[in-house]
Structures are given as C-alpha cells and as structure tokens.
C-alpha cells in the first residue's frame, strides 16, 4: 500500500510495530517503542498533526505498553 509506505518512510528510521488503516474515517492507527512515541507525536502533538496533514489521514498514535493493556484485556 502506498500510503503506508509513505507513513513508514516519513518516520524511519522509526518503526512502526502495528498499523490499521481505516479508508471510511480517513485515519490509521500505528503502534510504536514507548522509546519512540514522544518523536512521533512531537510537542503538543505537532508531528502527529504534520504527518497526518502530509499523508492526507488522521494519524493516532499509541505506545505499544498501552497497546499491550488493552489487547490484554
């Protein structure tokens, strides 16, 4: 897919540990380190915002412990 393609290119070298696409919201959803999370959001969410303007998508971003937690439940 293209766009995912272009969302893993705009943050390498960060990778991306889940991804979902959801074409009737226009949003994916990415899972990445805890280690990398504040890069990908940025301050106040800037880079989240900026890369969902880039990728023409809204981008929700989550820290894979709290992916953990909740697909523990």
Same mark, same amino acid.
């Given at each position: $897919?293209?766009?995912? #393609?272009?969302?893993?290119?705009?943050?390498?070298?960060?990778e991306i540990r889940k991804i979902n696409v $959801?074409?009737?919201? #226009?949003s994916i959803s990415i899972v990445v380190d805890d280690d990398d999370f504040a890069a990908?959001?940025?301050?106040?969410g800037m880079n989240a915002r900026l890369i969902g303007k880039m990728i023409g998508y809204h981008l929700e971003v989550?820290?894979?412990t709290d992916y953990n937690r909740t697909m523990a439940i």
């Open positions: $897919n293209d766009l995912v #393609e272009g969302l893993q290119n705009i943050l390498s070298p960060i $959801n074409e009737e919201d #226009e990908v959001i940025g301050k106040k989550q820290r894979m």
